[in-house]
Nanobody, 123 residues
Framework: VQLQASGGGLVQAGNSLRLSCAAS????????MGWFRQAPGKDREFVAA????????YYADSVKGRFTMFRDNADEMVYLQMNSLQSEDTAVYYC?????????????????WGQGTLVTVSS
């Protein structure tokens, strides 16, 4: 599976940004997709994830109520809508996939990663 993330950029605190992730290559009947982020000097951390075919979307407490992860089945895209951005949201954001339906919050359990897109929030 190849993943391509895009949509990052520089934004002022309080504003919004939408990230996109396109998946191509090998496909599975069902799988999980997620967003993670890594701030400078910190470990990669979970942001949001869901099972590709539907069901519950899981969020990190730090983004709950501000970020929304959703899909567009027509074009095989997954998005992360980020509202009310804060300086603490500054990071490189990665989309990821794993070939099981189970969602985990541990980066090391995800097999496929996009190249990352940088989000910088200025205060």
């Amino acid at each position: 599976v190849q993943l391509q993330a895009s949509g990052g950029g520089l934004v002022q605190a309080g504003n919004s940004l939408r990230l996109s992730c396109a998946a191509s290559g090998r496909t599975f009947n069902d799988y999980a997709m997620g967003w993670f982020r890594q701030a400078p000097g910190k470990d990669r951390e979970f942001v949001a994830a869901f099972r590709r075919s539907g069901g519950t979307t899981y969020y990190a407490d730090s983004v709950k109520g501000r970020f929304t992860m959703f899909r567009d089945n027509a074009d095989e895209m997954v998005y992360l809508q980020m509202n009310s951005l804060q300086s603490e949201d500054t990071a490189v954001y990665y989309c990821a996939a794993r070939d099981t339906i189970r969602v985990t919050r541990t980066p090391g359990t995800w097999a496929y990663w996009g190249q990352g897109t940088l989000v910088t929030v200025s205060s």
